[in-house]
């Protein structure tokens, strides 16, 4: 097996000068970086559990003997291979290192070909244990992921191997795909799967937020910038640092911040509002757009600049309906995990429920397939129907207790009183807000949940503005 030896580092331990250099020079012939050092303290000090290289010491150490600095290495990874320099006469000593776990050992006077030769076989076999360990976590986070973003057709398995690849990068990523595909899941799996899964994952979705307020949450503001601005806060983007960015409908952002957006990627400084001097930030960007970002860069919302620093990659996230059998795999999924949240028996679905869940459009995506289930589930025990029905709608509004469960009975109060206020306030936010006790987060949240716009008030019955 032959490998790139760039990485590759021999740290040679010997307190003798002249031994030092002499290895030095047989190694590095040999191709291999090295990093010399006196003591066994010394030589803890550079390791680390992924270390690429293989140690060369003299078995002989002042203090502390190659014995137990071998001891210690194999505490900190026990695949570290460990060749010792001995003298002649320290054969019961080379023997003991070898049960212990010592790669090799080189007997002094040595042959420069020799170790040069030992050296490589131990650095061939550390790149093995590396490939092998990198390989497994691998496995193993594919797994979760799998579950995390289910689906079998081949978008989704390349999606998913994308994912993995990607996330151990710091390219800036755009997924891009319509409503409920699982933009966000995505988002989130860029962030767990990747090297940054310890910092934070800070997430903004601009076309949430009233205009004005964008600014201060992702910049934030020196204390005194603005009348109401009393005290310093940190923005979106200086939290994010060490970690990921996640910007929620991008093209939503508004086009008197984009330019200010820009400065930060390109930079990687923020600019508090109000602020003197810059603050530096360590970010990975990963954004979202439920429409298409060029057509965004057409209509001029969004600042061609922008997006070339937003797409370094792009992830296209396909519509349910064009995933095959992938509607059939989630539904069952899910139901499975509603019962079991529930505390419910998992209900049986009929070939017309089936049928209907690979031949409808599924307009509201994953999202819409996953309230299908969990609606499926609840009204199984009491007033079982066909899934087209539920999810069409092809019945009477009214809910009776007999239909739906506490959950369903109070989510359709919610959105009666909701649409009521909006209609009444001719779709002014702030007036609902204001009715409702509300603050606008929440409200949003809870309209988009409930399917509910503002222009609802323009199609209404009465209003009575
Ligand atoms: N492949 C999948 N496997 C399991 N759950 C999924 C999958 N895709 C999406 N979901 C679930 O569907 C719901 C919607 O997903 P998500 O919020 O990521 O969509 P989105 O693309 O961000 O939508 P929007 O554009 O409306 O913000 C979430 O509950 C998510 O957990
Ligand atoms: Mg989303």
Redesign the pocket.
Known sequence: MTQDTDQVRVLIVDDDPSMRAALRQWIRLAGFDTLEVATADQAMGKLTPDFEGCVVSDVMLEGEDGMSLLRRIGSLDGDVPVVLITGHGDVPMAVEAMRAGAYDFVEKPFDPDHIAEVVRRACDKRALVLENRALKTQLADGASLES????NSPA?QTLRQQILHFAKTDAAVLIT?E???????IAQALHDFSLRKDGPFAAINAAALPETMVEAELFGHEAGAFTGADRLRTGRIEAASGGVLFL?EIVSMPLALQPKLLRVLQEKKVDRIGGTKPVDVDIRLVS?A?MDPREAVRSGNLREDLLFRLNAIELT?PPLRERGRDSLL?FDTFLNRFAAHYGLEVPGTSAQDEAFLQTYGWPGN??EL?NAAERFVLNAGVSPQPLESLVTGQRSEVMTVAEGGLKELMDAYERNLIESALRRHGGRVADVMRELNLPRRTLNEKMARHGLSRDLAGQSETTDA
């Open positions: 995390r973003l289910i689906g989704m795909g409503t409920g595909t699982g933009k966000e899941v929620d979202a439920n996230v989630l994953v999202r996953r």
